[in-house]
């Protein structure tokens, strides 16, 4: 079984930045694309940035040119590098994975348990 944990959530100013990371834990499994999604109450969870195995990035507009998706796969580690911060940006954000199983030979989708970002003077 692999875990995703996140951290780097907090409390920012407008204007500020904020770094998420998202650690992959477990045995004997790849992972092949990542993305951080983001959701906020009564709305449905939507996608901010994903990144592929080859390091192929895309981002919703509305972060273009404020955050960074990155990905150290020696670590299994995701990072978002999320600059510039506006109100609109208060979310939870959630990391999300597709993982291969090379002990069952299967794929299948994870995400983790999502941080809070509040930005708020």
């Known amino acids: 079984q692999v875990q995703l944990v996140e951290s780097g959530g907090g409390l920012v100013q407008p204007g500020g930045s904020l770094r998420l990371s998202c650690a992959a834990s477990g045995s004997a499994f790849s992972i092949n694309d990542m993305a951080w999604y983001r959701q906020t109450p009564g709305k449905r969870r939507d996608v901010v940035a994903s990144i592929d195995d080859s390091g192929l990035t895309n981002y919703t507009d509305s972060v273009k040119g404020r955050f960074t998706i990155s990905r150290d796969n020696a670590n299994n580690t995701l990072y978002l590098q999320m600059n510039s911060l506006k109100p609109e940006d208060t979310a939870v954000y959630y990391c999300?994975?597709?993982?291969?199983?090379?002990?069952?030979?299967?794929?299948?989708?994870?995400w983790g348990q999502g941080t809070q970002v509040t930005v708020s003077s």
């Open positions: 999300n994975a597709w993982i291969y199983s090379k002990t069952f030979e299967t794929f299948d989708v994870y």
